[in-house]
């Protein structure tokens, strides 16, 4: 692969093994450029010729002529030739003076990335189109050279919205090719690439990019973060990373949902569980439930639940979905706030409290979870753990979905096959490892229906895996005796092997509200 030194400077090959921002390499600056004689250059190499002080000064005199708050701070200065100093050569040929705020940004982005709670860093700006020629120089689209199929230079159209994405992490092998999936993973199309290795092993990249059809930058970076969440593996490994960063590879950001923790009142313990606890208590003077991780129990895999419930849970607003209220994501202590259930989970209502449902009441409670299912698979999440003790009542025993830790956007582009959920409610496709899409949460609901109809627990003469080595050989619990016939043809099709044969949950809902009111009309 080859990516260019943008603005002029020669292109440079990224070698197996180094990280692939840099540009040129860290270990080859270029000399002092001699006498003027036709070159493209202009100064010295990062921290060693003319050209980096003479465009570090006319920075810091643009930012100081502009009135930029920040320029006038007594360290300002020497924080600046620290961060040019950092950088290769082609980093200097590429600002734009005109655009000396842009420096700034780069210096945010890399301070940010020092953390390896918030990897990879990243800012997104919109692009007005007739900043393009300016943002860098046209000279840059000269000395591109194409890496195949991942970065591609386009023209640029007139009407069409541009961005710039500026990211920064540890700089490691194939980083720019994760960069341009991520990218590419949302839509967008990558007009321009202009990436650099700083002399301490983290990377800058700089991404133009057309593909967001709006100047939103608030929607475009909740998409970033989603598609970092995707493909979180991508961040975790790297030679410069500790085991402490490689534990914790990612950090939501929270923003307008961090709780401020001085207003959050615990109470009684509700659960506890192998990895976190659950807790009863209020905030702002309203009752909600309190999930908190536990810290000796705190690694990847916790963390990455922790983070995707999180982030599914701030993107989803529904009658039928537990509403988020907030989240700590700042240590010494995680957790994450919502509505409080007081009538408990379906599970204790059905399997501790032992109610037995009738038929109005067992489809009203159905029909919940279908419409709540209806909008987590319209928005594209798959829950994956669909299960009753994750379907919750409130006061007024209106059901909502729960517990996001393992659910996952689906990728279009991309097949999941990760066993996950629990073995009793779980997919045969799942259990088998075989490729699998929102069909597996059909399944699970099929489960969850029966499980209501017979007020018992699935396969409950069973270990759970000799559950799931049935499941996988076609074993589906027994069909409750004097139960509606309709329900039970609905029952034995969502359960179906052949995941295409189920029905969607819109179609599910269709037939359920038909058949309660079908019920409220002549009785059971």
């Known amino acids: 692969m080859a990516v260019a030194a943008e603005g002029g400077g020669p292109a440079a090959a990224v070698e197996e093994g180094v990280g692939e921002s840099s540009s040129p390499p860290r270990d080859a600056p270029p000399a002092p450029a001699p006498a003027p004689s036709g070159g493209s250059g202009g100064g010295g190499g990062a921290g060693g010729g003319g050209a980096s002080r003479d465009i570090c000064a006319e920075v810091f005199e643009r930012l100081v002529a502009d009135g930029n708050d920040e320029a006038a701070g007594p360290d300002f200065r020497a924080q600046l030739d620290a961060h040019f100093a950092r950088l290769p050569y082609s980093y200097q040929l590429d600002i734009n003076v005109d655009k000396s705020a842009d420096v700034l940004v780069h210096q945010k982005v890399l301070a940010e990335a020092k953390d390896p709670l918030r990897r990879p860093a990243f800012r997104v700006r919109f692009l007005r189109i007739e900043d393009m020629d300016s943002t860098y120089d046209s000279d840059a689209s000269d000395e591109v050279a194409d890496d195949g199929d991942d970065l591609s230079v386009r023209q640029d159209t007139p009407y069409t919205h541009i961005h710039e994405i500026v990211f920064s992490t540890i700089d490691k092998p194939k980083l720019l090719s994760q960069l341009s999936a991520l990218l590419s993973d949302i839509g967008l199309n990558i007009r321009e690439a202009h990436v650099f290795s700083t002399a301490d092993g983290y990377s800058l990249d700089v991404f133009v990019v057309d593909g967001w059809p709006i100047e939103d930058t608030d929607g475009l970076h909740k998409a970033l973060e989603a598609s ?49 606890d659950l807790f009863h208590g209020t905030y702002f003077g309203e009752d909600v439930a309190v999930k908190v991780l536990k810290a000796e129990h705190l690694n990847k895999n916790v963390w990455n639940e922790f983070t ?43 399997h501790k409290q032992r109610n037995v449902l009738d038929l109005p009441t067992l489809l009203k409670f159905a029909c919940d979870v279908c419409r709540g299912m209806c909008y987590l698979h319209q928005r594209g999440i798959i829950h994956r753990d669909l299960k009753t003790a994750n ?48 069909k597996a949460d059909v399944f699970s609901f099929a489960i969850v229906l029966w499980e209501l109809i017979a007020s018992k627990i699935p396969y409950d003469t069973m270990t759970p895996l000799q559950a799931a080595v049935g499941v996988r050989q076609g074993l589906r619990p027994g069909l409750p005796e004097n139960t509606h016939p309709k329900l039970l043809d609905l029952l034995q099709r969502c359960w179906e092997t052949i995941p295409s044969n189920r029905p969607s949950f819109p179609d599910i809902l269709t037939e359920l509200e038909d058949l309660l009111a079908e019920v409220q009309v002549h009785g059971e």
């Open 228 to 276: 970092v969440l995707r493909n979180e593996g991508s961040w975790s490994g790297s030679s410069h990373s500790s085991a402490a960063e490689r534990t914790l590879p990612f950090q939501v950001k929270g923003g307008e949902w961090e709780i401020d923790k001085r207003l959050l009142k615990m109470g009684d313990m509700i659960a506890s569980g192998s990895c976190g």
């Open 308 to 350: 995707q419930e999180v982030y599914i849970l701030r993107e989803v607003c529904h009658t039928n979905v537990v509403r988020f209220i907030g989240a700590c994501t700042k240590p010494p202590k995680f957790c994450i706030i919502t509505e409080y259930m007081s009538g408990g989970s379906l599970y204790d209502f059905v």
């Open 391 to 438: 379907l919750l009542m409130d006061k007024d025993h209106v059901v909502k979905v729960a517990d996001f830790g393992v659910a996952r956007f689906q990728d279009q582009g991309g097949i999941m096959t990760a066993e996950t959920g629990t073995y009793r409610w779980m997919a045969p496709e799942v259990i088998n490892h075989q490729p699998y899409d929102n």
